[in-house]
């Protein structure tokens, strides 16, 4: 932990924290209130990272408005639909096709593969109706198939199963299977109904388990490139990863995949060839680099390019991991040069966002990596949480040996993966990963989210809209960062909110450049004039006055 | 009779689709009601992708809650998460009705909603309960129509009392419109001293101010007690003219079962249209169309007259729900623009006969209209039918900007714009703002494509 992270943890002023948790608490039924009571944790700091355990990645109770979406969306949604060459056709009525409908702002260039194709802008559904329900929809998604290879004879097509189809029992898998015998393309299926799992999460898994079946090591060409590294859990939202890209390049670093922000699926196809993965959203996607390096011999690290020191520091990790004199001296080099712009715009911004208070709650990884942002803006985070983590990205690697599985994350297939006979390539020896190691290169290892947040801040799991609620209405922060379905409810409290899934059209906030973005936007937010607004100046209700300070 | 153009490939795969799923209806009649609360019986998905849509549209908070199935909860039924769900909506909000709508999972298995509440009932009695209203919303039969139509009929059905007398009020269901809509139509009832129960009424719960104090539901939409005294009203007016051909209906089911009188018509756009609305609620009141709307009325056809040069002729692709289409199609031809492709992802069947009922020389006029139609089709007809403009929701932007052709955005959804909510359709005034955008659209584009920057027009 740097020395300004540490002096961001000490404890934090405010309502005391166990008390608001008793309050967040005193709506539920007893039973309910016990389950919400081990997702909702006052951060308490101890010697060697250690923090309260929390639960997590757990069944939301019925009735309780969560920001969740459901496994297909994670799946289809998340994960495949940032990969612009794939066709992805939903298998199911209309609706749950149409929500995932282009509503991420992920970015992509299509110049960059020769064929230039581009399907995202598309909407495939098998649109099923009654008859299918009833009878099967199997006939219909072999059309659908062939339609869209006659559309557009795409590379590769893959299918997303929706609730009802598990339910009347269409095996997509053997459709796949025969349409891809029959036009010779890669068509593949995700068995990602929505009810599996808790939340996105477990579509995240079997998304990364299908993209490793059925496409990660198809083509085994080397390409150029001296320091060649995947990005995983890049989603592209805004052009982060462009700017991640821009940093890379002029590092001389050669970016081989990106999962999956500005994807295509050649490049996963080939990214078994890459000598280091690096993760940045663990959650979504450690599941692949755990994989590519039990079959390939990839090895991974944890990196994080949101916030300006957290980008240096990561490109660090990365010229430490290649050990070459040349990369190590560009890389200074590239962090020498775009730092200034950096330190002039918080130097300027820092002065008016210093001692003001965040809350975030967003995602898997998010509300942890954009704390580095605030913390550079001399801000505070009061109160974080995630909305489909599990307890590693809370308290970090350390306590998965101890994860229980619940019967809800049981059903999700865990690949069996082993050794390549023939590609296995170890990229280091032992002696040298050992030796990495004691210079503090992490491998396989992510800290989590809590070990640095203040003493006495609010980490809540998946928490609800009347929560979320309440802790405005407790604490008053100067900023909120979650995403669209909570976004106008904050506003309404007269608290500035910043999506942190969509950017508000926003971005992008990764790299060098994007932290210069963020200072910025957040300068803008937490000094708005509109806030000043909200109250006419004939409204002199003193009540009202002392409820809430009107700044 | 108007028939799909032949030209439209038949396609099995929807590819982008121009209809929502019908649970989405249902949830929106639900926020239309004072202090309710919808929750969607099914996983997570589909309420948190239908919470997304339609905030993204409104800019404004709604709850939804949903009954979070599992895979446990897939194959042995969903009561026990029904009853877990009412429990914890009634604990946190209070709310003064709770709106359950199903899902296409809770559908497929055959959930039997109304035995889970009244168990639920039974397990609470003694308890102030409040009214728990249920519709099936399978989206594998229907549009985000159905379902909000479906919502007011089981509203209205589980809710409305008769009485001995009728009351001096009247019921209306505009249909799925804006609030700024909703409002406007508030107004005029009120300019002619009519008490009314609108249904639903987002206006307010949809589009409100900033909070200067803390609400769990947003205030705003019709009460429970006024949805009860729809039995009682003294007419139903019901907005639609697709919708005035379906078998069954919230107005319908009024007249059925108490007798109240009920008056079909089409959604109030143009002059003609809203003539209509007028004078039925002119006799149902017995009063003389207000001042007021008289001189928009006026100020209305007198802008026709003035802007008529600019619009004659022009050829336009409507697209939407059904009965915003027709309704638009009626107006567009009022003032010489001619519809010539009318389409729709819904598929009542209606909706070639009430094109065809504004325009009786439809086929001289090349007019096409599509119905259960995607937006593959509706830009391959639009391609070939050559439009100066579109108008419809903005899921149409991929489509007009490929056209090269300006959008003029109405109905629902607007994404890409501010002030979907604030749009205003219906009534001498929302026509008069068509009217004025789509005048003003044609002489952009006109300004535009000239060579020489002319300020005066
Ligand atoms: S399952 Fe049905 S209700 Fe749910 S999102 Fe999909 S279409 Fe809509
Ligand atoms: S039906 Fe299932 S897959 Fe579709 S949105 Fe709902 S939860 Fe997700």
């Known amino acids: 932990m740097t020395e300004t992270a540490r002096s961001q943890t000490a404890p934090i002023e405010g309502p005391d924290p166990e008390k608001v948790k008793a309050e967040l608490l005193a709506k539920y039924p007893p039973k309910v209130a016990r389950k919400r009571a081990k997702q909702i944790i006052v951060n308490r700091l101890e010697p060697g990272d250690k923090v309260p355990e929390i639960n997590a990645n757990v069944r939301t109770v019925p009735g309780l408005m969560s920001q969740r979406g459901c496994c297909y969306a994670g799946c289809k949604g998340v994960v495949l639909g940032p990969t612009r060459d794939i066709v992805n056709i939903t298998h199911g009525p209309i609706g749950c096709g149409f929500y995932s409908w282009l509503t991420r702002r992920n970015q992509t260039d299509p110049d960059t593969t020769p064929d230039g194709h581009n399907f995202m802008t598309y909407c495939f559904s098998t649109d ?94 080397i390409g150029a490139g001296e320091f060649r590294v995947n990005l995983l859990g890049e989603y592209n939202i805004g052009g982060d990863a462009f700017e991640i ?73 990365i010229a430490a991991y290649f050990d070459d004199p040349a990369l190590t001296e560009r890389v200074e080099a590239v962090i ?29 990884s998010r509300a942890h ?33 101890g994860v229980k599985v619940d019967a809800d994350s049981r059903n999700i297939e865990e690949l069996d993966v082993c050794q390549d006979p023939d590609r296995y390539r170890p990229r280091k020896t032992p002696e040298e990963l050992a030796a990495l190691s004691a210079k503090g290169l992490e491998f396989k290892d992510y800290q ?27 604490y008053r922060p100067d900023i909120f960062c979650a995403g669209i379905k909570e976004k106008y409810m904050i506003q309404k409290h007269g608290i500035p909110m910043k999506q942190l899934h969509s950017y508000d059209y926003g971005g992008p906030y990764a790299g060098f450049k994007g932290a210069v973005n963020f200072y910025r936007e957040i300068d803008r937010m937490v000094n708005s004039r509109v806030w000043g607004y909200l109250k006419a100046p004939w409204q002199t209700n003193p009540e009202l006055a002392a409820t809430y300070a009107w700044e | 009779m108007l028939k799909p153009s032949p030209k439209a490939p038949k396609f099995t795969v929807t590819r982008n689709a121009c209809k929502l799923c019908t649970p989405l209806g249902a949830a929106l009649v639900f926020k239309g009601i004072r202090g309710a609360v919808p929750l969607l019986h099914g996983s997570q998905g589909c309420s948190t992708y239908i919470r997304r849509y339609l905030i993204s549209h409104y800019r404004e908070p709604i709850d939804i809650a949903c ?26 909000y209070d709310p003064e009705m709770i709106g359950v709508a199903t899902t296409c999972l809770s559908e497929t298995i055959g959930d039997d909603v109304p035995m889970f509440i009244r168990e639920y009932r039974e397990s609470c009695a003694g308890e102030d309960l409040p009214p728990v209203v249920h519709v ?63 249904l639903p009424d987002y206006a307010d719960t949809l589009d409100g101010p900033l909070w200067t104090e803390y609400q769990r539901i947003p205030e705003g939409g019709t009460s429970v007690t006024a949805i009860r005294s729809s039995g009682s009203a003294r007419a139903s007016l019901e907005l639609g003219d697709v919708l005035a051909r379906a078998k069954e209906t919230a107005a319908g089911l009024l ?35 207000p001042e007021n709307h008289l001189r928009e009325r006026g100020r209305l056809i007198d802008s026709y007259a003035d802007g008529h040069k600019y619009v004659m002729d022009a050829r336009a692709v409507v697209f939407g729900e059904e009965d915003l289409v027709v309704g638009l199609a009626g107006f567009l031809g009022e003032i010489g623009v001619v519809p010539v492709v009318c389409a729709s992802g819904g598929r009542s069947g209606h909706l070639a006969a009430c094109i065809a009922e504004r325009f009786p020389d439809h086929s001289q006029k090349g007019i096409q209209v599509l119905s259960d139609a995607d937006f593959v089709t509706i830009e391959t007809a639009a391609r070939d039918a050559q439009p100066d403009f579109l108008i419809g929701n903005s899921k149409g932007y991929s489509m007009a900007r490929r056209l090269d052709k300006p959008l003029i955005r109405v109905g629902f959804p607007v994404h890409d714009r501010v002030g979907g909510a604030r749009l205003l359709h219906l009534g001498y005034r929302g026509s008069q703002q068509l009217f004025d955008r789509i005048a003003n659209t044609l002489m952009a584009a006109r300004q535009t494509a000239s060579p020489v920057g002319y300020t005066y027009i």
């Not at chain 1, 939340?199 to 090591?217: E, T």
């Not at chain 1, 940045?280 to 079959?295: G, L, P």
């Not at chain 2, 199935?69 to 897939?74: G, V």
Request: hydrophobic share 40%; aromatic share 8%.
């Open chain 1, 336 to 364: 020498a040069e775009e730092l200034p712009a950096v330190q002039a715009a918080r130097d300027d911004i820092r002065p008016r966002t210093a001692g003001k208070r965040a809350m975030l709650f967003v995602g898997g």
């Open chain 2, 67 to 92: 009954s979070n199935f599992s895979e446990q909860t897939a194959i042995f039924g969903g009561g026990a998460n029904l009853k877990i769900a009412l429990d914890n909506i009634r604990r946190q």
């Open chain 2, 255 to 289: 007249w059925k079962r108490f007798e109240v009188p009920c008056h079909r018509m089409g959604l109030p756009v143009g002059i003609d249209a809203t003539d209509r609305m007028f004078a039925a609620l002119a006799e149902i009141s017995g009063r003389p169309t």
């Open chain 1, 448 to 474: 989590g989210m809590m070990p640095e947040m203040p003493e006495g801040s609010m980490v809540i799991d998946d928490i609800s809209q009347f929560e979320t609620d309440l802790m405005i209405e407790k």
């Open chain 1, 128 to 221: 099923m109706q009654e008859k299918e329900i009833i009878f099967g929809g199997e006939k219909k998604l072999r059309q659908a198939i062939q339609e869209a290879y006659d559309n557009f004879k795409p590379k590769a097509i893959a299918v997303f199963a929706t609730c009802p189809v598990g339910l009347i029992g269409d095996d997509i898998h053997s459709v796949c299977r025969e349409m891809k015998a029959a036009l010779g393309i890669n068509v593949f299926g995700f068995s990602c109904e929505g009810y599996k799992g808790v939340s996105q999460s477990a579509g995240h898994h079997i998304a990364n388990n299908q993209i490793f079946k059925h496409v990660v090591g198809l083509d085994d060409t």
């Open chain 1, 245 to 317: 890209e821009r940093i890379f390049e002029k590092c001389g670093i050669t970016t081989v995949a990106t999962f999956s922000g500005n994807s295509s699926i050649d490049a996963f196809a080939n990214s078994h060839t890459a000598d280091l993965n690096l993760i940045m959203c663990h959650r979504s996607i450690n599941y692949v680099a755990e994989m590519m390096e039990k079959k390939f011999g990839v090895p991974w690290i944890k990196i994080n390019f949101i916030g300006a020191e957290a980008t240096a520091k990561s490109l660090r990790k």
């Open chain 2, 136 to 198: 099936a919303t399978p989206s594998y039969q229907g549009t985000h129509m159905q379902g909000f139509h479906a919502a007011l009929q089981a509203v209205v059905d589980q809710l409305a009392q008769g009485a001995a007398e009728a009351g001096p009020h009247v019921n209306l269901f505009p249909g799925m419109v804006s609030p700024a809509d909703l409002r406007h139509l508030r107004e005029i009832c009120a300019d002619f001293d009519l008490p009314v129960v609108l």
């Open chain 1, 369 to 401: 990596h954009y704390q580095e942002l605030f913390r550079e803006l001399g801000m505070r985070t009061l109160s974080a949480g995630y909305e489909f983590a599990h307890r590693d990205d809370y308290e970090g690697r350390k306590v998965l040996p």
